[in-house]
């Protein structure tokens, strides 16, 4: 069975940090890209990064480049999203996802910021509040 697990949000202040965890079980990450997306209380999900398990390139929004970090263990099947100096507007849900890498699938990776529905697996979400 294919599961992917967030967990590591919580309640910070604002220009605090938090380091949030996917573990996928049920699948490798040979050839995927992870995705971190976030939904705050009546907002559409948004996309916030993803990584490329194959060569570790990087994509992130424009709002969180800078204080954002994305980085993957494939050897633990864990990506990790390092969020430093966070800002109340940085409240959401955040939910990781995997998408395998086809041919009919877009190559460039900033796509995948924004294409959630290039994901075949989603995990459930980790709450991530910030006050100010």
């Known amino acids: 069975e294919v599961q992917l697990q967030a967990s590591g949000g919580g309640l910070v202040q604002a220009g605090g940090s938090l380091r949030l965890s996917c573990v996928a079980s049920?699948?490798?990450?040979?050839?995927?890209?992870i995705g971190w997306f976030r939904q705050a209380p009546g907002k559409e999900r948004e996309g916030v990064s993803c990584?490329?398990?194959?060569?570790?390139?990087?994509s992130y929004r424009d709002s969180v480049k800078g204080r954002f970090t994305i980085s993957s263990d494939n050897a633990k099947n864990t990506v990790y999203l390092q969020m430093n100096s966070l800002e109340p507007e940085d409240t959401a849900v955040y939910y990781c996802?995997?998408?395998?890498?086809?041919?009919?699938?877009?190559?460039?990776?900033?796509?995948?910021?924004?294409?959630?529905?290039?994901?075949?697996?989603w995990g459930q979400g980790t709450q991530v509040t910030v006050s100010s």
């Open positions: 996802a995997a998408g395998k890498r086809l041919t009919t699938r877009p190559s460039l990776l900033n796509l995948w910021v924004v294409f959630e529905y290039e994901y075949d697996y």
């Open positions: 049920g699948f490798t990450f040979d050839d995927y890209v």
């Open positions: 990584i490329s398990s194959s060569d570790g390139d990087t």
